[in-house]
């Protein structure tokens, strides 16, 4: 069974900013050792997704596969670290984030398979 988990986060609000964090995400851009770590850590699906200056991030991993289940920035290689220093000067902590945050989790508030369910359950 896989867990999924997606995480919220700004970038700047600077268009030519925004541009260039869009270029480091192209197919090839981010570094082999980067991605190396991502499956290392047991993440099978890693997606990321803007509009305007917001970023949402969905990672998916093996129920058992992973200590830290799909958080990002968790992992310390060298790799891994120098990309993070990278990318944190294109993004900025959302407004509610705890001193030191950057990805925050979501909570996920309506599932259209729970909804649907609950239509074809008899009334109680």
């Given at each position: 069974m896989r867990i999924r988990r997606?995480?919220?986060l700004d970038l700047h609000e600077d268009p030519a900013s925004i541009?260039?964090?869009?270029?480091?995400?192209?197919?090839?851009?981010?570094p082999r050792g980067v991605i190396d770590d991502i499956l290392a850590s047991g993440v099978r699906i890693l997606?990321?997704?803007?509009?305007?200056n917001r970023l949402f991030m969905?990672?998916?991993t093996e129920e058992t596969s992973s200590e830290h289940?799909?958080?990002?920035?968790?992992?310390t290689s060298d790799a891994t670290r120098a990309?993070?220093?990278l990318m944190w000067t294109f993004q900025k902590?959302?407004?509610w984030c705890r001193?030191?945050?950057?990805?925050?989790?979501?909570e996920c508030i309506f599932r259209l398979a729970a909804a649907t369910a609950s239509m074809s359950a008899p009334p109680q």
């Open positions: 997606t995480f919220a541009a260039e964090y869009r270029a480091w995400h192209v197919p090839g851009a981010v997606e990321i997704y803007l509009t305007g969905i990672t998916e289940g799909g958080r990002p920035d968790t992992n990309w993070e220093a902590p959302l407004p001193p030191g945050e950057k990805w925050v989790e979501t």
